[in-house]
């Protein structure tokens, strides 16, 4: 089993930024693949950004490219989310995902089996 809890969000303004962290436990944090997902209140949840064991190999969806930005400490069991010239529709809960089963990132949420609670990030227009 592995523990995952999310850290960093808040209420800011359009064009702010913001670093949420996601601290694991329960397992090797090196073994595993680590994303991001949001959901906005009425909308399913999206996929966000995801990196490799080592944090050689990153992936985001489009409406985030060149604004945010993840990564990994494994040392510290813990990854980030850096988020700039954030936007009113970056509004949402924003969720740390893991996976031991994959050797590669995904952008889909069922590849995920462990999840944190989730951090409120919300922009005020």
């Known amino acids: 089993q592995v523990q995952l809890v999310e850290s960093g969000g808040g209420l800011v303004q359009a064009g702010d930024s913001l670093r949420l962290s996601c601290t694991a436990s329960g397992r090797t944090f090196g073994g595993l693949i680590m994303a991001w997902f949001r959901q906005a209140p009425g909308k399913e949840r999206e996929f966000v950004g995801a990196i490799s064991w080592r944090g050689m190999s990153t992936r985001y969806v489009d409406s985030v490219k060149g604004r945010f930005t993840i990564s990994r400490e494994n040392t510290k069991n813990t990854v980030y989310l850096q988020m700039d010239s954030l936007k009113p529709e970056d509004t949402a809960v924003y969720y740390c995902?893991?996976?031991?089963?994959?050797?590669?990132?995904?952008?889909?949420?069922?590849?995920?089996?462990?999840w944190g609670q989730g951090t409120q990030v919300t922009l005020s227009s």
């Open positions: 995902a893991a996976t031991g089963r994959l050797l590669s990132t995904s952008a889909v949420a069922d590849d995920y089996d462990y």
